[in-house]
């Protein structure tokens, strides 16, 4: 009998045992984290709420062997095993299974679309190859991201942060950030249950300023000394327009050589003799009528030296850039993110769900590739039908993209350029300003120094230049960014889109004898740029990709031994099939503690712009790998030769000695899927309880690398006016396409990570890994990109006292020198400090967060030519998150 009727309020505080968390990436199945046969790391929604990261996202970074770029700070990439860069092609992210790529870049956006921070279950990182199980892209990784179920997870919660950045920065003053995020799900019944969610993201961005100069020479660039003042030829690293770059030498040659067809023989005659009489500079030049005058600065230095010509040395070998602008001015940093989502969940069966989910994102960011883009308003979306039952699954999804007012700053900043004076007349009215100082005949007949020759040559080119901050430059700005690519503007005009459907089923019950998964899957890529892209002026271009695999599983000498083997085919239209074996073991060393060995083989296929890209930019017409390509352009019978022997063709002209020889054929040839071979050894356990082990090494074998080859030919492809055309840069026409490497790379890292349980509740964590190549071809650039030591640091207790507790993690990299295609330099070592304190409002399920990511404030660069990343100080309030 009850006799009191008082209300009893129990609260479970949640267990944490080391090791037992269950993992499903490793092997398509679920299994204990400490029986994982390949490394993998997990995060759970716990972590995600006590975590001093800004955002959900970021907390990857603290990964044992993860690297992460920061492109802008709603623009991260992931990356593992190397190959770090801002997009990562050989790098899987899955989103309640759907792939988070977009499908005109190939890889994914980061978290610009996918789940909004309150709707994240879980988070599994597989490093290493992975596409037995996977597929294409998954050569160094795998991220899958899993949401809530709303069954399981229900009710509204809501989250609000609110945040100062950019303090301390001299390039701009203190702004706010804002992040509020909602969730609610609700079941109406047994068989019915739904949730939605929705997450805003506003913040001014951070800002890339790098002005130091580059030297720019395809992806063998390198910093150089001096800035505008001291170097004529100087380029920005996040200054753009100063691109547009020409030789006085060649410029005047070209010149000379319209003049001549113009009928100014008689000209360059008459100056050739006076020139060798001994006549000054200024009795030359008042020697001609008015119409002949502006022509003779170039002709004099170019008169034939023999027997004397004392201002042949006038131009020498000086390249001169035009001025550019800054990033700042070109780029939108008001940078926003909002993401939408929702999904309706019907039991069919109490073993059998099906499910409609959909997540949507838009928003304004900047993304570093070749060029800075600014993705501006971009749009994707993600919609998904999937009927899932307790050993199988079958799902179609579709991922649709729209670039929305997205354009290259790069592009802009010339486009801009150009449209208050063309190339050609900038160049030629420095070009001769810069002779006519230096001849004397503009100051009386004494010649100025070289410096001021320069000085007096930009003042008169630029002229009627249009100056950041006004009017009229906002104007061309807007202008020129809502212009495609095609028709000579900035904007790109992608709606591309990628079509999947797959399935699972797990035979084991059948079976019986051993653990047996099969699984196929088909893929589509609709490739819709409007010509601003891709080769798609007459319609979108599709790619079908299909694919299957066979998993087998076995328990051996009473379970000591765990074996797998997995065998994947893949076909891609455009290129030969694949096949990926994977072979697993994991030894049982004692209770709890377990050896795990691993041969791996991955692949991707050429991206969609490897094969299909036919973009042109102010530097050269960027061509895809398909043989297609080398028919339309003609490559066969009009030839291209490389850049690197362009310049020294050049060069050899200016030194008065034309040799045709320098030149070297670039040649085309269909590209290749990517390949790499990966061994790797590993030891995880649990040590009384209190503390988790885990180590690994690998070593991998890399073939085919893709990569880009920078060509040119003359603008006539008449390969008998190759020589003519290729001597002046404003005659030529540039090309990139893309090349495999033929010469094999090896890689090789290891990495070790351990947390330990302390007293009431304590922990602390820590991890160092390395990652490095070896016997890299001469000439080759990989792209690796990656820092030889890094390491993370946690300690924390969510509970301290009375509900209140903390959470702190310091990260370090080495200093790493970065290839890039937009650029290659050092980028300095770096340590960042995240912190928070929390206090749990038990009775609503509540938390309240006091925290900052860099909480230091000491700026740092994660990539050549991204931006610098200061503090983010923060307060949020999480209602019903635990």
Known sequence: MVTDATPVTIALAPGYVLGEEVVVAASRVQERLLESPVSIERVGSSTIRNAPAANYYDIIGNLKGVDMTTSSI???????????????????????????????LNFS?????????????NMELLPGASSALYGSGGMNGTLLINSKNPFKYQGFSAQVKQGVMHLGDP??????????????????????????????IKADDWRASDTRNLQRNNVLSQLKGGDRSSDPNYDGVNVFGDEASAGMQAFAQAVKAQFVAAGGTPVVTGVNTQVNAGLSPTAIYGSYPAAYQPYVPFLIPLAPNSPNNPYAGTFGAQLVSRDGYNESDLVDYNSY????????????????????AANWGTGTTVYTGADRYSLKNLQMGQYKLEVKGQNWFGRVYT?????????????????????WKSDATWFQTYTAAYAANALGITTGGTPTSSAVAHQNARLAANVGRILPGTAAFQHVLDSVTSISIKNGGAKFADKSALYHAEGQYNLTDAVKVVEVLVGASFRRYSLNSNGTIFADTTGAIGI??????????????????????SLRYDKNENFQGRFTPRFTALVKVAEDNNLRFSYQTAYRFPSTQDQWINLKTPAATLIGGLPSFNKFYGFDNSPAYTATSI????????????????????????VKPESVQSFEAGYRGVIAKKLLIDVYGYYSRYKNFIARVAVGRGQSAIPANAYTELASPFTTTNYSFVYNVNEPVNAYGWGAGLVYQLYKGYNVSANVYSDDLTKVPEGVVTFFNTPKIRYNLGFGNDNVYKNIGFNAIYRWQQKVNWEGTFGTGEVPAYGVLDAQVSYRLTSIKSLIKLGATNITNKYYTSAFGNPQVGGLYYISFGYNVF
Request: net charge positive; proline share 4%.
């Open 74 to 104: 709603t623009f991260k990439t992931i990356s593992t095993r190397g190959f770090n860069g801002s997009g990562n092609l050989r790098f899987n992210q899955l989103v309640d299974g759907m792939d988070n790529q977009a499908p005109g």
């Open 109 to 121: 956006v980061g978290n610009i679309i996918g789940l909004t921070e309150l709707d994240v279950d």
């Open 171 to 200: 390039a701009q003053k203190a702004t706010p950030y804002h992040d509020i995020s909602i969730r609610w799900a609700h079941k109406f019944s047994d068989k019915w249950a739904f949730k939605i969610g929705a997450q805003y």
């Open 337 to 356: 993110n909002v993401k939408l989502s929702g999904a309706l969940h019907y039991k069919i069966t109490p073993k059998v769900e099906a499910s409609l």
């Open 399 to 419: 991922i649709q993209e729209n670039s929305g007012d997205s354009y290259t700053a790069n592009t802009a900043a010339i486009a801009i350029n150009r449209s």
């Open 544 to 565: 079908n990709e299909y694919g299957g695999y066979l998993q087998l599983q076995k328990q051996l000498l009473r379970n000591v031994l765990k074996v797998t083997g």
């Open 647 to 670: 310049v020294d063709y050049r060069n050899s002209i200016a030194a008065g000695a034309p040799d045709p020889t320098k030149l070297k054929v670039g040649t085309f040839a269909p």
